[in-house]
């Protein structure tokens, strides 16, 4: 798990946007914006020149490197995310674990950034929420379905599920325990092995399983 | 599922709180909160005095029912819920599809109003959400874990699970199809069945199942 619990900048990685005097703009910026919402801005009120301010640079800056607020917006919520791990190749169980516990890491981060509130904020702007669905969810959530359907080719999932339906099942945990109940305890090392194996075996008394 | 189909103003039912004309007074008030969200207005940037001109009434009309700005935006949010349904006493399976089935109502309602924005804006402002968890989000927590104890005492769900985790097993692809996927198919009239089904069951193919 070291990847996954390493806070990163993933999503800058790989990407070069040019000198290093130009990265560590990009990062004053972004730090703009995350001091900016910690002390309660909200997005909509949020002004490219009020950024620009309080990162300490002018305008041109900012428009340089992304082409509006909207753009600048989604990718700090984009660095502000996890980077997701390359995960081994193991049983079907092993590795949904294992993603189960990339997507415990990124919670519990959340909790402790303001990540939430940003991501709250994206929601109550239909075309940011849109851009936050399509350009991380979307990935994820294909990805899962990849694994998802090689378990089945496997034969280590039932064939006769719909694999987006058991991504929802696998991930509804994590979202409700970050959204609805925040006390529920997130913190469980075994939360992750718990949600697979429970999802495994199912429910019902095994005497009346078979 | 007549009660949990039908849109209604389910908190304020039961609670008589003055003659005909308050109640009218009532309704104008929470019509004018949401369609100053409607507008895009921000629950940090409305003021009680916004409201009032919003509502044709003066402030002291809303300060006689509300002793605060929260308390009214908690009370509107509350009446955008369905009211829960009382459930009928079948086996765990049915009363547990007709639970899913309230969720998935709920989410379609919300998907047709402004209620996801309005929960969104309550999740931004700290004091605002946990009034909401308190007063919505915990007692639905617990009916749903009572209900789960039962059928764990009957024998009809192993008891060896965490009713928690089961309440966020079940709960969780509503959730994530309101707020991550909602393209993936809430309309679906299956989907609560398939989901205490797929639960029940497992997802191990059944040979291996014992």
Known sequence: MTSAAAAGTGAAEGTPRGRPRSEAAELAIVGAVLRLLDRGGSLGGMSVEGIAAEAGVGKATIYRRWPNKEALLLDVLVR????????????????LVEIMEFF???ALARRERSTLTLLDQFRAVP??????LDQVIAPRRA???KLITRGMERGEIRADIDPDLLGDLLVGPMLTRTLLHPDAGLDDPTLSATIVDTLLQGIAPVASGT
């Open 80 to 95: 502000t995310e996890l980077p997701e791990p390359e995960y081994v190749d193991g049983t079907v169980r092993d590795v």
């Open 104 to 106: 415990r890491m990124a």
């Open 127 to 132: 075309e940011l929420h849109q851009r936050y």
């Open 143 to 145: 990805r899962l379905r």
